[in-house]
């Protein structure tokens, strides 16, 4: 019989805010690459990149919080990795989508 494990609530809090990240900066970058193509990208670059920024600063805090849940004993640590690369995949497509616009 294996012992109970803790809920790994910094591996959950994680989870949540690299999925809102992931969605938020896709969102957001595909809003950016539609109004280059249209030409808008003057009129809505500043918006987007203030969101866009802010929503990958939620994959850091999303990668900080996984990372310290890795750390504790008789706790789940999935929750705490999914959490800390989707995180980083945020940050991350947050730096491709600015490369690709401004390039």
């Known amino acids: ?41 003057q009129l809505v670059g500043l918006p987007l990149y203030v969101c866009g920024a802010s929503s990958a600063f939620l994959g850091l805090i999303a990668a900080g919080l996984g990372a310290g849940g890795l750390f504790g004993s008789n706790r789940s640590k999935a929750t705490a990795i999914v959490g800390l690369l989707m995180g980083l995949a945020g940050v991350c497509l947050f730096v491709i989508i600015l490369g690709a616009v401004g390039g």
Do not use: D, H
């Not at 805010?17 to 896709?26: D, Q």
């Open 1 to 41: 019989m294996q012992p109970y494990r803790e809920s790994n609530t910094l591996g959950k809090a994680s989870l949540w805010l690299g999925i809102a990240s992931l969605a938020l900066v896709f969102g957001i970058g595909f809003c950016a690459l539609t109004s280059v193509g249209s030409g808008l990208i």
